[in-house]
């Protein structure tokens, strides 16, 4: 069997991209913009990735919804992004992990509960590319 064979007989295609969405996390940990910085830092080490650029973390102020303020981040890594919107006042931020390489999400997920204090989640695991040919 070839190589992209297998790899599609395994369901692994091109990568795989973990959609998360947190809800009850800590309103302080939302808004620091040194933490989610921190965060897109170190996820890609954690998880095998690597780098491309520094993270990117900019406020918004909701735009006439103070409600809607937060922060919003990412990082390119040379596998993909990994992306992250905060919502302080909600208690809410969404999470997006994709990547052509393989990568333990549960992990991911349980880092991301403790960095953010999350106590419910949502997920989708999606794997991308079923066609695409490594080789």
């Known amino acids: 069997m070839t190589d992209s ?27 620091n913009t040194g933490l989610i910085s921190k965060f897109l830092y170190e996820l890609p080490e954690k998880i095998g990735m690597h780098r491309l650029t520094k993270p990117f973390v900019t406020c918004y102020d909701g735009g006439g919804k103070p409600e809607d303020r937060g922060v919003t981040g990412f990082v390119i890594i040379c596998e993909s992004h990994i992306s992250c919107h905060t919502y302080p006042d909600k208690g809410f931020v969404t999470i997006d992990v994709y990547s052509c390489k393989n990568f333990d999400w549960k992990k991911t997920i349980k880092h991301i509960q403790e960095t953010f204090g999350v106590s419910d989640f949502e997920k989708k695991v999606v794997k991308r590319g079923s066609k695409f040919s490594k080789t």
Do not use: F, N, V, W
Not at 5 to 31: H, N, T
């Open 5 to 31: 064979l297998s790899r599609r007989a395994l369901g692994l295609g091109y990568g795989i991209q973990l959609l998360l969405d947190c809800y009850g996390a800590k309103k302080e940990l939302l808004e």
